[in-house]
C-alpha cells in the first residue's frame, strides 16, 4: 500500500503516479515508506510541540481563575468565557494601544519607505558621486544598536518637545528603517535596466518624472515587501518605545502589554489573556502576509 | 564598475539630501553624543564633568560588567549557534526528505509554524513565557502531571536556571529565522545533484554533509553575523522575562546600560557601555562586510 509509484497503481493514485512518472522520481529516494511516515509525524510532533505555548496561552485566556486554580494551565477550559480578555481589554486600553500602534506603524512605513526610495535612486540609479561611501554608512547605522542612541535621543526629544509624543518617535523609527531600505533597494536599483531611463530622459523625462513613473511602479514587489517588513519590525520594537512613549495614551501594544506585567504576576489567567491580546494581532498580520514575509528576509538577509 | 563612456548625470544628490541630512541629525549625532557622555560623569541634569577614559576603566574592573559580557557568550550560543545548527538540519530534512516525499504542502506547513514566533513582538513572547515559566506556570503543571514534581523549578527566579531559560526562550524565537533562509538558499541547489548522490549510493546524512551544507555556506555566514550582532544587542527579552536577574545571572550589557542610564542616573556610565557595544557591533559588521566583499569580488 505504501508504494505507488507504479503505472498499475489504482485510478485513486493515479495523480502520484503520473507525477512520479513526469520525471523527478526516478530515484528510489522518492518511494514513500513507513519510515518516511515516521520521520513525517515526528516532524510534525516536533512541530506541534514548538507551537504549544501558543496553545496554552489560549486554553488559560478563557479561564476564570477558580477554573485555573482547580485545574491549573494544561485543561481545557471548563468553559469557555470572555470575560478575562474583555476586562484586560479595558484595563490595559488595548483598544487605542492598537491604534496607536497602526498609526505608528504606518508612519514608520511611509517614511522609512520614502526615504530609501530617494536615497536609493541617488545611489542606484543615479549613481551620484562618493555612493559607495554613503552605502557603507547606511549600512553601518543600519547595524547600530539602539541602545548606543538612546539616551541623547530621549535627552534632545525633551529638549525639543518630541518626547512621549508620537511624531517624532515615528520620525526616528522611520529613519533607522531607511537605513537598511537603501541598502536593499540600492542593490536592486543597480540592476535596473539603463535603457529604460536613457529613453525616458530622451523622451524629455525628467528626475521626478523618471521616479515616479518608471522606477517605482518597476520596483513594487520590493517596496511591497519592505512594507510589510517595516510594519512588523515596527510594531515589534521595544528599546525606543519603553524609552520614549511613555503615556498610556502613547504606547503601543507590546508595551502597554508589558509593562501590566507587574500588575498581573498574581493574576494567572489575565496574565495569559494579556499574552494572547499581544500574539493575535501580528499572527492575523503573518497569516494574511506569509509570502511576503518569509520573501523579505530572504531579500534582506542575503541580497 | 566605472563606465565613463557617458558623461556622469548630475541632480541626482539632491534625493540623498532628505534622507542623509535626518540620518545624520537622529542616529549620527547622537551616537557622537554616546560617545562624549562616556568621557563625563553626569547624571542626566545640569553639566557634565569631564573625567576621560574613566568610566572605561571602571568597566573593566566592573564584575556587573564581565558577567554581562559572560552571559552574552551564552546568548549568542542561543540565538545564533544552535538555531543554525538546528535550522540546518531542520531545514535539509524538510527539503531533502519531507518536501520530496511528502510534498511541498508539508514543508510551507511547518516552515509557517516554526517562523511564527519571529513575527511575535518579542515583549510579548518575553511576557509569554515569564508566564509559562512561572512557579505555577505551564512547564511545572506538566512535571507534576507526569509525577515528576520533584522537578518543578522557579524557573526564571533561580540563578542556577535563569540564563538556561533565557537561551532556550532565545532559541525557540530563533529558529524559524535561519530555517526559513536556509530553505530558501536549498532552491538554489539542482535537484539533479541530490538523484545523482542517491543514485550513487549516498545516504541522507552524507548528501547533507557534502551537498547541503557547503552550498549553505553564504547563508550560514550571514545568519551568524547577523544574529551574533542581534546577540549583543538583546534587551526586551531580558527586560521582561528576568530584569537581569537573578543577582545578575542574565544581565546583558544592553540591560546594563538601560540601568545606569534610567534607574541609576549614571549617564556616563551607561554610555561607556553602550559605546562599547556599538564598537564591537560596527568591528563585526565590518569584518563581514570586507569579506563578503572580498568574496564577491
Not at chain 2, 117 to 133: D, E, F, S
Not at chain 2, 220 to 233: E, F, W
Amino acid at each position: 500500500m505504501t508504494t505507488h509509484t507504479t503505472s498499475t497503481a489504482p485510478p485513486g493514485h493515479r495523480r502520484k503516479a503520473v507525477k512520479a512518472e513526469a520525471g523527478k522520481a526516478k530515484a528510489t529516494g522518492n518511494r514513500r515508506s513507513p519510515g518516511s511516515y515516521a520521520v513525517l509525524a515526528a516532524v510534525a510532533v516536533f512541530v506541534l510541540a514548538f507551537l504549544a505555548p501558543f496553545i496554552v496561552i489560549l486554553l488559560n485566556s478563557f479561564k476564570t481563575s477558580a477554573d485555573f486554580r482547580t485545574n491549573g494551565s494544561l485543561s481545557l477550559p471548563a468553559q469557555w468565557n470572555w470575560s478575562i480578555i474583555a476586562e484586560v481589554w479595558d484595563r490595559v486600553g488595548f483598544t487605542q494601544k492598537l491604534f496607536n500602534s497602526i498609526q505608528i506603524s504606518l508612519g514608520v512605513v511611509l517614511i522609512a519607505v520614502l526615504l530609501a526610495l530617494f536615497n536609493a535612486y541617488a545611489i542606484g540609479i543615479g549613481r551620484i558621486r562618493w555612493r559607495t561611501p554613503f552605502l557603507i554608512f547606511f549600512l553601518g547605522v543600519n547595524v547600530l544598536p539602539q541602545e548606543g542612541l538612546v539616551y541623547p535621543i530621549y535627552y534632545l526629544f525633551k529638549e525639543m518637545g518630541l518626547y512621549d509624543g508620537k511624531l517624532g518617535y515615528t520620525i526616528l523609527v522611520g529613519i533607522t528603517y531607511s537605513a537598511f531600505g537603501t541598502y536593499l533597494l540600492s542593490s536592486v536599483f543597480a540592476s535596473f535596466p539603463r535603457e529604460l531611463i536613457e529613453a525616458a530622459s530622451m523622451d524629455g523625462a525628467g528626475r521626478w518624472t523618471i521616479l515616479w513613473r518608471i522606477v517605482l511602479p518597476m520596483s513594487w514587489p520590493t517596496l511591497s515587501v519592505m512594507c510589510v517588513f517595516f510594519f512588523v519590525w515596527s510594531w515589534n520594537e521595544f528599546l525606543y518605545p519603553l524609552v520614549l512613549l511613555i503615556s498610556n495614551d502613547n504606547q503601543t501594544v507590546p508595551l502597554g502589554l508589558s509593562v501590566m506585567q507587574g500588575q498581573y504576576t498574581s493574576d494567572p489567567t489575565s496574565m495569559s489573556a494579556a499574552a494572547l491580546l499581544g500574539i493575535v494581532p501580528m499572527v492575523v498580520f503573518f497569516l494574511i502576509f506569509q509570502r511576503s514575509l518569509t520573501r523579505g528576509m530572504t531579500a534582506g538577509a542575503v541580497k | 564598475m566605472k563606465t565613463t563612456r557617458h558623461p556622469r548625470p548630475t541632480g541626482y544628490a539632491v534625493f540623498l539630501a532628505p534622507g542623509l541630512l535626518l540620518s545624520l541629525l537622529f542616529l549620527v549625532v547622537p551616537l557622537v553624543m554616546t560617545f562624549y557622555y562616556s568621557l563625563t560623569q553626569w547624571q542626566g541634569v545640569g553639566e557634565p564633568t569631564w573625567i576621560g577614559f574613566d568610566n572605561y576603566t571602571r568597566l573593566f574592573s566592573d564584575a556587573d560588567f564581565w558577567a554581562s559580557f559572560r552571559n552574552i557568550a551564552f546568548v549568542i550560543v542561543g540565538i545564533a549557534v544552535v538555531p543554525t545548527l538546528l535550522g540546518l538540519f531542520l531545514a535539509a530534512l524538510l527539503f531533502d526528505y519531507i518536501g520530496k516525499k511528502h510534498g511541498d504542502g508539508f514543508v510551507s506547513l511547518f516552515r509557517s509554524g516554526l517562523y511564527l514566533p519571529q513575527v511575535i513582538p518579542v515583549a510579548v513572547t518575553g511576557l509569554m513565557w515569564g508566564w509559562i515559566l512561572a512557579p505555577e506556570g505551564a512547564v511545572n503543571s506538566v512535571l507534576e502531571k507526569i509525577g515528576l514534581n520533584s522537578l518543578a523549578q522557579n524557573w526564571l527566579g533561580d540563578p542556577d536556571f535563569a540564563l538556561w531559560m533565557v537561551l532556550a526562550v532565545l532559541v525557540w524565537m530563533q529558529l524559524g529565522y535561519p530555517l526559513v533562509l536556509f530553505l530558501s538558499g536549498l532552491q538554489r541547489i539542482d535537484p539533479e545533484l541530490y538523484e545523482a548522490a542517491s543514485l550513487d549510493g549516498a545516504t541522507w546524512w552524507q548528501r547533507f554533509t557534502r551537498i547541503t551544507v557547503p552550498i549553505l555556506r553564504p547563508e550560514v555566514y550571514v545568519v551568524l553575523v547577523t544574529t551574533t550582532i542581534a546577540g549583543l544587542k538583546v534587551f526586551a527579552q531580558i527586560f521582561v522575562l528576568t530584569g537581569g536577574g537573578p543577582g545578575n545571572s542574565t544581565l546583558v550589557p544592553a540591560y546594563f546600560a538601560y540601568q545606569n542610564f534610567f534607574e541609576r542616573a549614571d549617564v556616563g556610565y551607561g554610555s561607556a557601555i553602550s559605546s562599547t557595544i556599538t564598537l564591537l557591533v560596527l568591528i563585526i559588521a565590518g569584518t563581514m562586510l570586507t569579506r563578503q566583499a572580498r568574496e564577491d569580488g
